[in-house]
């Protein structure tokens, strides 16, 4: 089975910045990061391919950066100019869409974003 396991979260003030981790036990064609906030659907924040094409969600485009390495089966997240609703539980995902499919889901990560 594939395993997720995600670090880095934490509390920052508005404009800090702070970057998550994602420790894979193989990485997929899709690796991605979501987000949920207390109250909301979990949203896609950003995702990468295993060609190396990414994807952001409108809300953190120009703030966030998503990478990964195959070599080592990591996926991070660098976030800069953070904002309070930026604030929610970050989670790994990770999907083959061949079969077998797959779908692999991290415990997440908490950030929080306050003066």
């Known amino acids: 089975q594939v395993q997720l396991v995600e670090s880095g979260g934490g509390s920052v003030q508005p404009g800090g910045s702070l970057t998550l981790s994602c420790a894979a036990s193989?990485?997929?064609?899709?690796m991605a990061w979501y987000r949920q906030a207390p109250g909301k659907q979990r949203e896609l924040v950003a995702s990468v391919t295993s060609g190396g094409t990414t994807n952001y969600a409108d809300f953190v485009k120009d703030r966030f950066r998503i990478s990964r390495d195959n070599r080592v089966n990591t996926l991070t997240l660098q976030m800069n100019s953070l904002k309070p609703e930026d604030t929610a539980v970050y989670y790994c995902h990770a999907a083959r869409y061949v079969t077998p499919r797959l779908t692999v889901w991290g415990q997440g990560t908490q950030v929080t974003v306050t003066s």
């Open positions: 193989i990485t997929l064609y899709m």
